[in-house]
């Protein structure tokens, strides 16, 4: 079975620059998460959705971010303009509901130079 | 305000032991607790969880046991195998919410 699958896996990019991350959910999955890494932080949600609606943006920290989940099997998080405090690692995640266990893709490295 | 703690970075066993990996929490909306392992350059891997209504689920090597009223769980790892070194997540959710908030992480070494 497919599980979560995020591109691109390494991003490097300069201040400044528009970065767009993606992500493919598990077929049949009607949630899906977007979170970030970082050493200072931890794992921390930054959005989700429920059958490609957003419930909860309050984790998404500024303006520059945004996400948008146009159908079943596809989200984008964008960051514009990128700034060198968003480098970190972001993952996505998707799931069933309640009592059900999340599953997470490999991530994107984002380095912004 | 951390609502999941976990407060060991580290933990080293020898092969072929028990793993006791700790996790906390503060808040008592939570009803469903997961663990996941995280190898590095990949994501986090689900391992086993637990509904508030159980003490105890149990998966081949991994248990995972709860205490509500001290709030705290852990994971067992019998017997250890250095496979099973990695990066332990515990997190936590209520039935309202479906977002994990997670814990720091444990790293566990585990020695041949």
């Known amino acids: 079975d497919a599980g979560v699958i995020q591109s691109p896996r390494h991003e490097v990019t300069e201040m400044g620059q528009e970065v767009t991350l993606r992500c493919k959910p598990i077929s049949g999955h009607d949630y899906l998460f977007w979170y970030r890494q970082t050493m200072m932080r931890g794992l921390e949600l930054l959005i989700y959705f429920n059958n490609n609606v957003p419930i909860d943006d309050s984790g998404m920290p500024e303006d520059r971010f945004s996400a948008k989940m146009p159908n079943a099997s596809f989200s984008t998080l964008k960051i514009q303009p990128s700034e060198p405090r968003d480098s970190a690692v972001y993952f996505c995640?998707?799931?069933?509901?309640?009592?059900?266990?999340?599953?997470f893709g490999d991530g994107t490295r984002l380095s912004i130079l | 305000d951390q609502q999941v703690k976990q407060n060991s970075p580290s933990l080293s066993v020898q092969e072929g032991r028990i793993s006791i990996l700790n996790c906390d929490y503060t808040?008592?909306?939570?009803?469903?607790f997961l663990w996941y392992k995280k190898y590095p350059a990949e994501g986090p891997t689900f391992l086993i969880s637990?509904?508030?209504?159980?003490d105890k689920n149990e998966d081949g090597r991994f248990t995972v046991f709860l205490n509500k009223s001290a709030k705290h769980l852990s994971l067992h790892i019998v017997p250890s195998q250095p496979g099973d070194s990695a990066v332990y997540f515990c997190?936590?959710?209520?039935?309202?919410?479906?977002?994990?908030?997670f814990g720091s992480g444990t790293q566990l070494t585990v020695l041949p």
């Open positions: 808040n008592s909306m939570f009803d469903y």
């Open positions: 997190a936590a959710n209520s039935g309202s919410a479906r977002q994990l908030t």
């Open positions: 637990i509904s508030s209504i159980k």
């Open positions: 995640a998707s799931g069933q509901g309640a009592g059900q266990p999340q599953h």
